[in-house]
């Protein structure tokens, strides 16, 4: 049973390194079952979801990308891409609202879209939001296009999120009145309400955690809804708490080391036990520090969701891997 039934639009955020892209995909993946169609779709120019999946860069189109992660039954969902930039973005927006269409295209020419998208911030961050409002209030009149169950956006990092979804806010001294201003207003309608989501991705460290307790203030402060955050990237916990307390204290037993060394058919040497022994104080510092962070994210009052790190690295099995998981502990 997914903790988010009412929601058609997941955006995730999280500080740089976290694996947000990692998330995201992994999550559209898990919605993508029983015949669903989930579009995952990328704002910030990089082409993450193409390095995920190792497929060719995305245009400003949407493609099937892979099917999603089977149900218990076999039934599975597909995934699409999109990759949004802003230019094709204004483009498109010229086309429908204003039929400029080969003017449009004219205007691109001379600069004038680049100028437009890199003046006024504001502007930009509505044109590509826009895209995925489309996306997600699609329904059977919109001829010739996919109707998705779900939308999973992988937006920009937790510190311009509440920016860039407060996009009403951030055209109030630009645009009083006008198509763009009436735009922005009837999208945050979408993201105001119980249909989107803002999923944060961290890691188990104090930066990371704070920056996550600091953008879920700032959406809650802006009336944007707080999904759950994900903690990626979790180490195994190959020691007991008595282990890791005496590997804190430098108190394991070296003879049972060398025993156990010796059994698994390893020259045993002091240099190699001082080694270990090194390594185990080390780790356990290390979770002693994973363990209070884990705490701090307990206390932020949403749910809350484990991803562990993967010792291959993330390619598409990780991927469905890791999909799974976000599905068994209800994210999906």
Request: hydrophobic share 40%; aromatic share 4%.
């Amino acid at each position: 049973m997914s903790d988010w039934p009412k929601v058609r639009l997941h955006v995730v955020t999280g500080k740089g390194g976290t694996g947000k892209s990692t998330v995201a995909s992994a999550l559209a993946l898990a919605l993508a079952t029983r015949g669903r169609n989930v579009l995952l779709c990328e704002v910030e120019g990089r082409q993450g979801i193409a390095r995920m999946f190792d497929v060719d860069p995305l245009p400003y189109q949407e493609r099937r990308l892979t099917t999603g992660l089977p149900d218990d039954d076999g039934g599975r969902g597909v995934v699409h891409a999109l990759h949004i930039d802003a230019e094709s973005a204004l483009l498109e927006y010229l086309s429908m609202y204003y039929r400029l269409g080969r003017a449009g295209k004219a205007l691109d020419r001379f600069g004038v879209i680049e100028f437009a998208t890199t003046i006024a911030p504001g502007v930009r961050d509505v044109l590509l939001t826009g895209k995925v409002y489309e996306a997600v209030q699609r329904n059977s009149r919109n001829k010739n296009a996919i109707e998705y169950d779900a939308v999973v956006l992988d937006a920009p990092p937790t510190g311009r999120i509440t920016q860039f979804l407060n996009v009403s806010n951030e055209l109030a001294g630009l645009a009083k009145v006008g198509p763009i201003k009436a735009q922005s207003d009837t999208m945050m309608t979408l993201f105001r309400s119980q249909r989107t989501a803002v999923h944060l991705v961290t890691v188990l460290e104090e930066m990371p955690v704070q920056e996550t307790a600091d953008g879920i203030a700032e959406l809650r402060a802006a009336r944007l809804p707080v999904g759950g955050v994900v903690v990626n990237q979790v180490r195994p916990r190959d020691l007991d708490a008595d282990d890791l307390a005496a590997a804190r204290a430098g108190t394991l037993d070296r003879g049972r080391i060398d025993a156990d060394l010796a059994e698994g058919g390893i020259a045993v040497s002091p240099e190699l036990v001082d080694g270990l022994l090194a390594e185990a104080a080390d780790h356990a510092e290390r979770r002693a520090l994973e363990d209070s962070q884990r705490e701090l994210v307990a206390r932020l009052d949403v749910p809350s969701y484990e991803l562990p790190r993967l010792a291959g690295g993330i390619d598409l099995g990780g991927l469905y891997e890791l999909a799974g998981l976000l599905r068994a502990q209800g994210m999906a």
